[in-house]
């Protein structure tokens, strides 16, 4: 008796043993599988990824740019950044403008897009070349000045042009033209170099005026070669912008109000570019 009972009291115990085996070998099944899928699923991405970290582009790796801080390489980030740009002569972003100006914009962002720039560091690139101004957002201007400023030393030029804008009021079109200057100075420490200015419209012009003599003028299509003009400003050191606008230059006819931009250009690292404007209303 007892051996029949111990024999029968093994069987269950066998049993037992075989059924907890073969469920930790379908479970464990389970999981390769799954495994398998999660690879064939999300392995193109991991290894993307990967790929990235090395320091391909994106658009080399097949991987979308992160809106946060892509590399400008895709169509489509690259656009979304020429959105954040406006254009001077018109008001649009430099996407939707045809102009020259807008062309240049949109040629130094896709300079900075081929060497394999991020978005963050295309922005930093424009602030520096066309200022805060060229931005719809002055609070991303703002931003990304605030974190380039930290980068500078203390020992650099600085580039000040005031005022920002100046209203000369109502003048006659018989008056043919009208002028109004603007101080530039160097508000920083070491030497600033002025190498060139430029104006929205082709009706406005501008000279720079120095203890070096006057430059050529800048504006209104090609008039003197300007190519290598620059005049340098002291630390403290003060010149006269000269802007004239010239009434006639959209016909007999063309009244009302017009705002026209100039801007000065220097190697100011912080802003290289900084523009004003002069409001006039013209009547006949």
Not at 195 to 213: D, F, P, Y
Request: proline share 5%; with cysteine; glycine share 10%.
């Amino acid at each position: 008796m007892e051996t029949n009972t111990q024999g029968t009291s093994d069987k269950p115990v066998v049993t037992q043993g075989k059924t907890t085996w073969g469920f930790l070998t379908a479970v464990l099944g389970l999981l390769v599988v799954g495994l398998a899928a999660g690879l064939f699923i999300f392995g193109p991405q991991i290894s993307a990824e990967g790929t990235l970290a090395s320091g391909t582009t994106p658009t080399e790796a097949g991987a979308v740019p992160s809106l946060t801080d892509p590399t400008a390489g895709s169509a489509q980030v690259t656009t979304r950044v020429y959105e954040a740009f406006e254009c001077p002569c018109c008001g649009k972003d430099i996407g939707s403008c045809s102009c020259g100006m807008a062309e240049e914009r949109r040629g130094f962002i896709d300079e900075q897009v081929a060497q394999g720039a991020t978005q963050s560091q295309v922005y930093r690139a424009m602030l520096q070349r066309y200022g805060t101004e060229a931005f719809f957002d002055r609070a991303l201007a703002s931003q990304v000045r605030t974190d380039l400023l930290a980068e500078l030393p203390a020992e650099r030029p600085v580039l000040v042009v005031e005022p920002s804008e100046l209203d000369l009021g109502m003048v006659s079109i018989s008056d043919r033209q009208i002028s109004a200057s603007f101080a530039v100075r160097n508000a920083g420490q070491s030497d600033l170099t002025i190498t060139g200015m430029e104006t929205t419209c082709g009706c406005t012009t501008a000279v720079l005026e120095t203890s070096e003599g006057t430059s050529p003028v800048f504006g209104g299509g090609p008039t003197e070669d300007r190519s290598d003009w620059s005049a340098v400003l002291a630390p403290g050191e003060e010149a006269l912008l000269v802007a004239t606008f010239d009434l006639m230059f959209h016909g007999p006819d063309a009244t009302g109000r017009f705002q026209r931009g100039i801007s000065v250009i220097s190697d100011d690292p912080l802003n290289s570019r900084i523009g004003v404007s002069l409001v006039v209303e013209v009547t006949k």
